[in-house]
């Protein structure tokens, strides 16, 4: 349970809570103040209005100082703190900092169990809630392998794969589950258990929804992109053509991050979604340890910045200069290209080249493969 909110967390649930999970609008208001507090006030509708924010949002907005819905807001306080162990904003410095290279990161996250956690070297499993034995069988012994090997599994609570992949590394207390609905309930129902077991083996159960968000189709794919972003490598372990787990590769593709398929028999429908994978790039994998190959050096730096992330905040800890800091919070562990980091920096690219080769020379970053990463 949950203890108590401090004044920015509730600014912030409130305005997340008015613009019903929409990212864009969130992001406009938030870029356009200095403080959420000051975009709350009840006369700042015209500049709401002038940002483009969307009709429903705006009315919302009017209404929000209504005793209905002063009420409904209160409502999802109690909800958030009888079913929430923790609350992290995009701004904490306990926020998984593998996430914040992204533009779409969820501004808040919504958790139980462990925090710590979500700092911790992640692999995804994903694939068919439907498997065959035998891909669900491959999805347990990937998960098994690559848990005790020190990775903590990260998938969506679903049936099938994400089920068994949950299942195998509970076996080593190493796995993550990022819903796709409120906290206070779970789905499939079923798997209720299941999610008490994660939470009772150390791991833990997030969400970027409000308490009573629906099970509804276009979430889950929204999901995830945080299941991808959390973790250093996607695992899609079986998938038909029609898969949702193809769209948790695209992204993790977007995101930079490497996807690995496991291919089947070229006759079983089962896998034409992971050969599918494989033509496009995605890399065959028939043994775990291939995976651990390819996210050793990812899987170090990520674990040296989350200890120094518990020691201290990171900026500090590594003495970053301020006018690299900006820069400094956009790299990650995977890499990203000069033309990726520019779109992100307002800065040319002479200006960004130089303040990248300044990291590399403060030993905080280095070049790789065409890609700037952290290595500290």
């Known amino acids: 349970m949950f203890n108590s909110f401090s004044s920015v967390q509730l600014d ?48 919302r907005f009017q209404d929000s100082n209504t005793e209905a819905e002063q009420q409904k807001f209160q409502h999802c306080l ?9 609350i992290l904003m995009d701004t904490d410095p306990a926020y998984p900092p593998q996430l914040l290279p992204y533009i779409d990161r969820p501004p808040l996250l919504f958790g139980q169990g462990s925090p710590d956690a979500l700092l911790q070297p992640q692999v995804a499993i994903v694939g068919s809630r439907k498997p065959s034995p ?61 999610r008490q077991d994660i939470l009772n083996s150390g791991g833990a159960v997030i969400t970027e929804f409000l308490p009573h ?42 995101q930079g991050k490497t996807v690995f398929a496991i291919p089947g028999h070229i006759y079983g429908e089962f896998h034409q979604g992971c050969h599918q994978l494989i033509r496009e790039g995605a890399i065959l994998i028939d043994h775990p340890q291939q995976v651990i190959e390819d996210v050793a050096l990812p899987t170090q730096w990520q674990a040296t910045a989350a200890k120094s992330k518990k020691a201290e905040n990171t900026q500090e ?55 700037y990463l952290r290595c500290r």
């Open 213 to 254: 968000t629906p099970p509804q189709q276009h979430h889950f794919p929204r999901r995830n992109r945080i299941v991808s972003g959390l973790s250093l490598g996607v695992i899609v372990a079986e998938a038909t053509l029609k898969s949702g787990s193809l769209i948790t590769a695209k992204i993790a593709a977007e």
């Open 12 to 59: 912030y649930i409130r305005l997340w809570f008015l613009v019903q999970h929409s990212l864009s609008s969130f992001r406009k208001i938030q870029s356009h103040y200095a403080s959420l507090a000051e975009a709350l006030q009840p006369n700042q509708l015209p500049v709401w209005q002038s940002l483009g924010i969307h009709k429903n949002h705006l009315q």
């Open 317 to 371: 800890a590594l003495a970053v200069p301020e006018h690299l800091q900006s820069l400094y919070q956009q790299l990650d562990w995977n890499g990203q290209t000069l033309d990726h980091l520019a779109l992100n920096i307002q800065l040319n690219t002479a200006a960004l080249t130089s303040q990248l080769m300044e990291l590399e020379l403060l030993g905080l970053a280095q070049q790789q493969a065409g890609c």
């Open 134 to 194: 035998h891909g669900r069988q491959v999805a347990y012994d990937f998960a098994y392998y690559l848990s005790e090997q020190g990775f903590y599994i990260n998938s969506g609570l679903a049936q099938g794969i994400d089920e068994a992949a949950h299942q195998a590394a509970l076996k080593h207390q190493r796995t993550i589950a990022v819903m796709g609905t409120g906290l206070e309930q779970t789905y499939p129902a079923q798997h209720q258990s299941l």
């Open 78 to 86: 109690k909800q958030i703190e009888q079913s929430c162990d923790f």
